[in-house]
Nanobody
Framework: QVQLVESGGGLAHPGGSLRLSCAFSGSFFRYTAMGWYRQAPGKERELVASIASDSSTNYVDSVKGRFTISRDNAKNTVYLQMNSLKPEDTAVYYC????????WGRGTQVTVSA
């Protein structure tokens, strides 16, 4: 069974940066399209970035040019580099496959505040 463990969240000031990591347990990571999702209080969980097995990427408009998703298949890890953070980026961030087929991890809290 795949387990997903997110880390790297915290408190950042507006304009600051954070780098999130997601460790994936399983032997087929390199073949799996992965995504970073976020859920803000009172809102639905949304997919903000995805990366295919060939490392092609997609982003929701609200994070384009500020967030970068990447993967390291040797480490079974997917990353989300978040720059120019805004208060509206405050949310719990989760990783999962792009189709969200695995059980959700605990996520990592990102808070952007002055």
């Amino acid at each position: 069974q795949v387990q997903l463990v997110e880390s790297g969240g915290g408190l950042a000031h507006p304009g600051g940066s954070l780098r999130l990591s997601c460790a994936f347990s399983g032997s087929f990571f390199r073949y799996t399209a992965m995504g970073w999702y976020r859920q803000a209080p009172g809102k639905e969980r949304e997919l903000v970035a995805s990366i295919a097995s060939d490392s092609s990427t997609n982003y929701v408009d609200s994070v384009k040019g500020r967030f970068t998703i990447s993967r390291d298949n040797a480490k079974n890890t997917v990353y989300l580099q978040m720059n120019s953070l805004k208060p509206e980026d405050t949310a719990v961030y989760y990783c999962n496959s792009k189709a969200a087929r695995f059980s959700w991890g605990r996520g990592t809290q990102v808070t952007v505040s002055a």
